[in-house]
């Protein structure tokens, strides 16, 4: 079954390390869910930034950049016969990155881009739209139309916190059923619903992730988000919300029914 037709009917798991740190630790990463897909039959996609561009401080790590992130998704796709996955930044980024992947990721800050979208859309792969942090599940109608004005029908819609005064995220898990309304499959961004932003870096509390994560399936979350990496408060990016990578398998047996 392929991926978009899966994704109706089963659970999809997208993780990995927010960013591209090395390819040394995408290698790692992605040998260890590999092994839980093989193992568990889960329908694992790997995803990692090239480019983290919207980082809050202008001397933060970003990534290694579209060409070689490029590269390094497509050795991780061919070495473990994994579905990836990637965010994109511009509209120059959507043909390139289409070529490689099997879902590009709009960022949620970025989702009201028309070109940007509009360009993800073009490539026909599925286009996963984080749903803002200022916006209500009922104007997700809006990037989703977007995409489907390509005559690419291939939408995720995910959910990922609102924010709740300064420095602070809130889920009001009724977004996840009322996304559904628009008829696309609905993913849960457990880690980033978990973020405090606000302030040089942004904070953050995984021991809220799998709460977050077993709330969703709840409400009929039809896929899940995790960023994790081996050791999280080293993390090169979002450390403060990344979940243990030794602890993931656990987490995924009980949220997906065996």
């Not at 606000?198 to 988000?225: E, I, Q």
Request: proline content about 5%; hydrophobic content about 40%.
């Amino acid at each position: 079954m392929d991926l978009y037709e899966h994704s109706k009917s089963c659970p999809v798991i997208i993780a990995g390390p927010c960013v591209m740190e090395s390819f040394g630790l995408l290698d790692e990463v992605a040998s260890s869910l590999a092994d839980i897909k093989d193992r568990k039959g889960y329908r694992i996609i790997f995803k990692s930034s090239f480019d983290k561009a919207n980082r809050t401080s202008v001397n933060s790590f970003r990534g290694p950049g579209l060409d070689k992130g490029l590269i390094w998704l497509s050795d991780i796709k061919s070495k473990y016969g994994l579905e990836v996955t990637t965010d994109i930044h511009e509209s120059h980024q959507a043909a390139p990155t289409g070529e490689v992947v099997d879902v590009i990721q709009i960022p949620a800050f970025l989702c009201r881009q028309t070109d940007l979208v509009v360009e993800a859309g073009k490539t026909g792969k599925i286009v996963n739209i984080k749903k803002a942090q200022f916006l209500t599940a009922a104007d997700m109608k809006y990037p989703a139309e977007k995409v489907l004005s390509t005559g690419n029908g291939q939408i995720w819609l995910t959910e990922r916190g609102n924010m709740l005064g300064y420095n602070n995220l809130v889920v009001d898990f009724r977004n996840i059923p009322s996304l559904k309304l628009h008829g696309y499959p609905v993913v849960m961004d457990c880690t980033h619903a978990v973020q405090q932003p606000g302030g040089g870096v942004t904070g953050g509390n995984r021991t809220l992730v799998k709460p977050m994560a077993l709330a969703a399936k709840a409400f009929g979350a039809d896929g899940y988000f995790f960023e994790v990496h081996p050791d999280p408060d080293k993390g090169f990016s979002d450390s403060a919300n990344m979940y243990y990578l030794s602890q993931f398998e656990n987490l995924l047996d009980s949220l997906i029914d065996p």
